[in-house]
């Protein structure tokens, strides 16, 4: 049974680019969050989907958006790269209002 | 912004000690859970306590709550090395209603030396 799943791993930007990263919820999971973690920080809430909705927000910018698929899998995506960007963004999935979350191994984005 | 607090902000053991870890937070909530983190890496999460419940074991793992102090504390009973790593609580906010998000603490880092 796989996991949470985050793709790329690793990413560079340039400030001003603008950037998508994926994620698959654990098999039979239909509620995706993501979460950004500064380095030394613990993760905060961006925003999570469920049926395919923006169900709940975090105090992100309207640069940052997502998507959510037929199938569950999410995106994120963040415009207008800023250096404060830089952070490892994590895939939580859950089912409905089921509070336990798994997590993916997340995707580094480094902006320069 | 971060709900809850973690202390110490670092902790250093040898194998085979006791360690502690101490969580507290802010508002009501429904439920605390406590995740751990490897070098930077995705959170596996450990357990998690409902705000009826006082304590719970899992394994080497003790977790309490205190509803009235807002605080939590995680036993590691028995380290190794291998328990090495980064340990949040997260809180699930009393005021979702009809679905949940965590809330997350900065962390404690612990250093199990063999």
């Known amino acids: 049974d796989a996991g949470v799943t985050q793709s790329p791993t690793h990413l560079i930007k340039t400030r001003g680019q603008q950037v998508t990263l994926r994620c698959s919820p654990k098999?039979?999971?239909?509620?995706v969050s993501w979460y950004q973690q500064a380095l030394g920080q613990g993760p905060q809430f961006i925003f999570q989907?469920?049926?395919?909705?923006?169900?709940q927000r975090g105090n992100f910018p309207d640069r940052f958006s997502g998507h959510q698929f037929p199938n569950y899998s999410s995106e994120l995506n963040v415009n207008a790269l800023l250096l404060g960007d830089s952070a490892l963004y994590l895939c939580?999935?859950?089912?409905?209002?089921?509070?336990?979350?798994?997590f993916g191994q997340g995707t580094r984005l480094t902006v320069v | 912004s971060q709900q809850g607090e973690e202390d110490p902000q670092a902790l250093s053991i040898q194998e085979g000690e006791n360690a502690t870890m101490n969580c507290s937070y802010k508002?009501?909530?429904?439920?605390l859970q406590w995740y751990r983190q490897n070098s930077g890496r995705g959170l596996v999460h450990l357990i998690l306590?409902?705000?009826?419940?006082r304590e719970k074991h899992s394994g080497r793992l003790r977790v309490t709550l205190d509803t009235s102090k807002k605080s939590s504390s995680l036993l590691i009973t028995a380290s190794r090395a291998a328990d090495t790593a980064s340990y949040f609580c997260a809180t699930d906010d009393a005021r979702n209603s009809g679905y949940s998000t965590l809330t997350f603490g900065k962390g404690t880092m612990l250093l199990v030396s063999p």
């Open positions: 306590i409902r705000s009826n419940e």
């Open positions: 939580a999935s859950s089912l409905g209002t089921e509070t336990e979350a798994f």
């Open positions: 098999s039979g999971h239909d509620t």
């Open positions: 508002t009501s909530i429904n439920n």
């Open positions: 989907y469920y049926e395919e909705e923006e169900r």
